[in-house]
């Protein structure tokens, strides 16, 4: 088996994964490692798990059938050259090339405003990358980027675009406002390594990170969320802030927003501008909602009507960006002064892509991963001892220095407890390592810990396997949380099961707000009760349970009488009020198990299940007549007391019907003939 990679510390990687598991990589030439092996398809996994996405859909594999290799040079060559697609884009925009040999001169940033809403005043700018041919001709941003894409230059495009937009925005850009950065996800293969030109452009232009918000398009390729979630947690923990562009555009906006929680999120540009469509008033509220649940801001950008901007506010939307309020601007005239010359040392320190030695394109060549992203590994950092018994010093301080949880079980001793735990262990947990070192990980259980997940672990550990789960732990002070939890078993060099590695995760935001928006889609959010998207799925269910167990459903529709007066008379106030003492009431009088939903307005159903067939209509009328009376009672709202009265109709699965449209339709019918039996009271 031969591997290629143009990445160092891929490379790195790649060979500490075969020396974990008893292999060995040998290298035949610079960026090319061989392996005689039978065991082909278990580096496969293994070299999938230890890799990102982006690493390892970079790395070329052949396997040959012997091991007499072919010329040693061309293979590399093979392993290594582009598709003819690439290489064709690369000859058809060749012209660019000049481009990267100079960065400093040929790329420049313009800046567009951001304000909040409604006071509009600048909270900061979004950086747009833009180029100058060394002719002077002016490169497009339609010409740049799909031709970088096409080339297979993204990777260096995103570099130039971070540190570009730090470097022309040092020296003016206010302390207190924001700077946004696009980047694109497939760039970054690790963001520990890829950053760091980020970092030191940023330091080098006297910005704090602090300010930085780095940008993401929702609809870019994001084909791999865990990674996404990996590059956006890098640059949170080094103090940056994240925001996910065209949210409401991509069929997969909901799940972006709820397990990335950006900390911005900027509106899609189709439903800013259709405002105040009734549809995209809809869209935008419903974000809005999601967004401020966590503690997030929404902006909408491409507003260029007083319109837009006018229906964002009364939204909610937060912030704002578009013409209405200032186009792209360079520095000098975004910030009314002189742009800081750039002495030549400077413009040293931007990195030079490297030549190829073939000679097949002209120098520079940005077909080779950028130096951002092919950095040699520090020596002896692969070279640690992979078991907790021969952890290297470097080993437990970058351990040490991790923001997820660490925890090594020790599986040779009886009840298997815990050898070692992190310092993020310990922050995340409240328990210090001498509490518990000694002790097994079950003491982080509790009682809302689900035993079938608890079992599912436990097999897991006894089958000497790898598990991911999400389980629900609890702190030293008794609040729970919850843990994504991924635990790797430690083999010694016999192959036998000596150790777990477990890495924790604190998911209780995503968890938290994954609960709510199921809740905002099954639950009335005046009244607490189910709504009419569960009310069908509960009937449903009950309907089947009854046909297995030959059992009745009774369904009870109830309508409150002249309620449309109360919001007359009294206000939209008044009548949300008595709406919720309606449903106390309908709680008051109905079995716990009872299905109880607002059906919109002022229409109510029941779904009374499990009951007795020869008993069922007398239960559903009794218990028609215990709500009528209960809303005869007078309302209370502040100092008045407010009389309405209401109908309810019942119908009875079997006796009257089988399906749930033909009892609901026989209950709205029953519910009418009682309402006509009676005039309707005026309200008082």
């Known amino acids: 088996m031969v591997l290629a990679t143009q990445v160092d510390h891929t490379a790195a990687a790649l060979r500490t994964v075969a020396r974990r598991n008893g292999l060995s990589l040998r290298p035949l030439a610079p960026g090319l490692l061989a392996m005689d092996t039978d065991r082909a398809q278990d580096f496969f996994v293994l070299a999938g798990e230890a890799l990102s996405s982006v690493?390892?859909?970079?790395?070329?594999?052949?396997?040959?059938?012997?091991?007499?290799?072919?010329?040693?040079?061309?293979?590399?060559?093979?392993?290594?050259?582009?598709?003819?697609?690439?290489?064709?884009?690369?000859?058809?925009?060749?012209?660019?090339?000049?481009?990267?040999?100079?960065?400093?001169?040929?790329?420049?940033?313009?800046?567009?405003?951001?304000?909040?809403?409604?006071?509009?005043?600048?909270?900061?700018?979004?950086?747009?990358?833009?180029?100058?041919?060394?002719?002077?001709?002016?490169?497009?941003?339609?010409?740049?980027?799909?031709?970088?894409?096409?080339?297979?230059?993204?990777?260096?495009?995103?570099?130039?675009?971070?540190?570009?937009?730090?470097?022309?925005?040092?020296?003016?850009?206010?302390?207190?406002?924001?700077?946004?950065?696009?980047?694109?996800?497939?760039?970054?293969?690790?963001?520990?390594?890829?950053?760091?030109?980020?970092?030191?452009?940023?330091?080098?232009?006297?910005?704090?990170?602090?300010?930085?918000?780095?940008?993401?398009?929702?609809?870019?390729?994001?084909?791999?969320?865990?990674?996404?979630?990996?590059?956006?947690?890098?640059?949170?923990?080094?103090?940056?802030?994240?925001?996910?562009?065209?949210?409401?555009?991509?069929?997969?906006?909901?799940?972006?927003?709820?397990?990335?929680?950006?900390?911005?999120?900027?509106?899609?540009?189709?439903?800013?501008?259709?405002?105040?469509?009734?549809?995209?008033?809809?869209?935008?509220?419903?974000?809005?909602?999601?967004?401020?649940?966590?503690?997030?801001?929404?902006?909408?950008?491409?507003?260029?009507?007083?319109?837009?901007?006018?229906?964002?506010?009364?939204?909610?939307?937060?912030?704002?960006?578009?013409?209405?309020?200032?186009?792209?601007?360079?520095?000098?005239?975004?910030?009314?002064?002189?742009?800081?010359?750039?002495?030549?040392a400077a413009r040293a320190r931007v990195p030079a892509p490297r030549?190829?030695?073939?000679?097949?394109?002209?120098?520079?060549?940005?077909?080779?991963?950028?130096?951002?992203?092919?950095?040699?590994?520090?020596?002896?950092?692969?070279?640690?001892?992979?078991?907790?018994?021969?952890?290297?010093?470097?080993?437990?301080?970058?351990?040490?220095?991790?923001?997820?949880?660490?925890?090594?079980?020790?599986?040779?001793?009886?009840?298997?407890?815990?050898?070692?735990?992190?310092?993020?262990?310990?922050?995340?947990?409240?328990?210090?390592?001498?509490?518990?070192?000694?002790?097994?990980?079950?003491?982080?259980?509790?009682?809302?810990?689900?035993?079938?997940?608890?079992?599912?672990?436990?097999?897991?550990?006894?089958?000497?396997?790898?598990?991911?789960?999400?389980i629900r732990n609890y702190r030293k002070d008794g609040t729970p949380w919850w843990n994504e939890l991924h635990l790797s078993p430690v083999r010694d060099r016999a192959g036998a099961l000596t150790h777990y590695l477990g890495y924790q995760h604190d998911v209780t935001t995503r968890i938290e707000t994954e609960e709510a928006l199921a809740r905002q889609a099954t639950c009335d959010s005046l009244t607490g009760l189910a709504n009419r998207n569960h009310l069908f799925a509960g009937l449903q269910a009950a309907l089947d349970d009854a046909v297995r167990t030959d059992r009745a459903v009774a369904v009870l529709f109830v309508d409150l009488d002249a309620f449309k007066a109360v919001n007359d008379t009294h206000g939209h106030a008044a009548g949300d009020s008595v709406l919720v003492q309606v449903a106390q009431r309908l709680r008051a009088g109905l079995r716990s198990q009872d299905l109880i939903c607002r059906n919109g307005g002022d229409e109510f159903v029941a779904v009374l299940a499990d009951l007795d067939p020869l008993d069922a209509v007398r239960v559903a009328e009794r218990a028609a007549a215990d709500i009528t009376a209960a809303l005869r009672r007078p309302f209370v709202v502040g100092a008045r007391a407010i009389t309405l009265g209401g109908s309810v109709g019942v119908s009875v699965h079997p006796d009257h019907g089988t399906g749930a449209d033909q009892l609901l339709a026989l209950a709205d019918a029953d519910m009418y003939e009682a309402k006509k039996g009676r005039r309707e009271a005026p309200v008082r």
């Open 55 to 344: 690493e390892a859909a970079e790395v070329r594999c052949a396997v040959l059938p012997s091991r007499d290799l072919p010329d040693v040079a061309l293979l590399s060559q093979a392993l290594r050259a582009p598709t003819l697609a690439t290489a064709g884009a690369r000859v058809v925009h060749g012209d660019l090339l000049p481009l990267f040999a100079d960065e400093g001169a040929c790329f420049h940033a313009v800046y567009q405003p951001i304000v909040s809403l409604p006071g509009r005043d600048q909270v900061g700018v979004e950086a747009l990358l833009r180029a100058t041919a060394p002719d002077g001709r002016a490169v497009t941003p339609d010409e740049l980027f799909p031709a970088a894409h096409a080339a297979g230059w993204t990777h260096l495009v995103d570099r130039v675009g971070r540190t570009t937009a730090l470097r022309d925005a040092g020296g003016w850009l206010p302390a207190d406002q924001m700077l946004f950065i696009n980047f694109i996800p497939t760039s970054i293969y690790r963001p520990e390594v890829c950053l760091r030109t980020t970092e030191t452009a940023a330091q080098e232009a006297g910005i704090d990170l602090g300010q930085v918000v780095f940008e993401v398009t929702e609809g870019h390729h994001v084909r791999d969320v865990d990674h996404l979630e990996q590059v956006f947690g890098y640059y949170r923990s080094h103090g940056c802030k994240v925001a996910l562009d065209d949210l409401g555009s991509g069929y997969s906006s909901l799940n972006m927003l709820v397990r990335l929680l950006p900390d911005i999120v900027k509106l899609d540009k189709d439903l800013v501008q259709a405002l105040p469509h009734p549809t995209s008033r809809a869209v935008v509220t419903a974000i809005v909602d999601i967004t401020h649940s966590y503690g997030g801001r929404v902006l909408a950008e491409c507003v260029e009507t007083e319109e837009q901007a006018e229906v964002a506010t009364d939204l909610g939307v937060d912030l704002g960006q578009g013409w209405l309020f200032g186009r792209p601007r360079r520095p000098s005239e975004a910030a009314g002064g002189v742009r800081p010359a750039r002495t030549k």
């Open 355 to 470: 030549a190829v030695d073939d000679g097949a394109v002209p120098a520079p060549d940005p077909s080779r991963p950028d130096p951002a992203v092919a950095v040699a590994v520090p020596p002896g950092l692969d070279e640690v001892s992979p078991g907790p018994t021969g952890m290297s010093e470097l080993l437990v301080r970058a351990v040490d220095t991790g923001v997820n949880a660490v925890v090594v079980a020790d599986l040779q001793a009886p009840d298997h407890p815990m050898l070692y735990v992190n310092p993020a262990f310990e922050q995340m947990t409240g328990y210090s390592a001498a509490e518990v070192v000694g002790r097994n990980c079950r003491m982080l259980q509790g009682e809302g810990t689900d035993p079938a997940t608890v079992r599912e672990l436990s097999l897991a550990i006894g089958r000497g396997e790898e598990h991911r789960c999400v």
